[in-house]
T-cell receptor, first 114, second 112 residues
Framework: KAGVTQTPRYLIKTRGQQVTLSCSPISGHRSVSWYQQTPGQGLQFLFEYFSETQRNKGNFPGRFSGRQFSNSRSEMNVSTLELGDSALYLC?????????????FGEGSRLTVL | GESVGLHLPTLSVQEGDNSIINCAYSNSASDYFIWYKQESGKGPQFIIDIRSNMDKRQGQRVTVLLNKTVKHLSLQIAATQPGDSAVYFCAEIPFTGNQFYFGTGTSLTVIP
């Protein structure tokens, strides 16, 4: 079956712009989590959605937001981009959430902010 | 907050040798641990997991050991192969949480 699909894979933005990233989870998975990966900080949790509701949120500013649709697909948005937002953004899906089983990761969306 | 650390940022081993990657965690109220492998340009891939009620679990060529007394997790890879070259992350989930806390990763290089 198809894995977690993230689009776009690569994108370049300038400071002050906004960006929207998309994630299609594995069929049947209802939980979608987003992580930011940078060389210095590793994987940092952004938020988790389950059945269209944000269930958990990490320590990121309000510029980072997300949503989940009824088909479990999820989007995350970053507004007013800063240079430090350059990172690999990873989406992960699971049946019901991280505590009940492994996360299946997509290949990520690499964002470069100039 | 959570702190999941890895003892060494890089590790080089000869092909065919065994590899041991270590991880320390700070939250004693953790329930679930996973090791992930991330190859260049790809997302993390599940290797093996272990629950807090276990101290050892074996998979194909991999073994995870959990020492709750010292809050230490290790990943052992037997007969390391070039395809094992990657960054390895440990991750933990507390009993009360629903998110993973990841370590910063250990880069494993296998020397042919």
């Amino acid at each position: 079956k198809a894995g977690v699909t993230q689009t776009p894979r690569y994108l370049i933005k300038t400071r002050g712009q906004q960006v929207t990233l998309s994630c299609s989870p594995i069929s049947g998975h209802r939980s979608v989590s987003w992580y930011q990966q940078t060389p210095g900080q590793g994987l940092q949790f952004l938020f988790e959605y389950f059945s269209e509701t944000q269930r958990n949120k990490g320590n990121f500013p309000g510029r980072f937001s997300g949503r989940q649709f009824s088909n479990s697909r999820s989007e995350m948005n970053v507004s007013t981009l800063e240079l430090g937002d350059s990172a690999l953004y990873l989406c992960a899906s699971s049946w019901t959430g991280a505590s009940t089983g492994e996360l299946f990761f997509g290949e990520g969306s690499r964002l470069t902010v100039l | 907050g959570e702190s999941v650390g890895l003892h060494l940022p890089t590790l080089s081993v000869q092909e065919g040798d065994n590899s041991i990657i270590n991880c320390a965690y700070s939250n004693s109220a953790s329930d679930y641990f996973i090791w992930y492998k991330q190859e260049s340009g790809k997302g993390p891939q599940f290797i093996i997991d272990i629950r807090s009620n276990m101290d050892k679990r074996q998979g194909q060529r991999v073994t995870v050991l959990l020492n709750k007394t010292v809050k230490h997790l290790s990943l052992q890879i037997a007969a390391t192969q070039p395809g094992d070259s990657a960054v390895y992350f440990c991750a933990e989930i507390p009993f009360t949480g629903n998110q993973f806390y990841f370590g910063t990763g250990t880069s494993l290089t296998v020397i042919p």
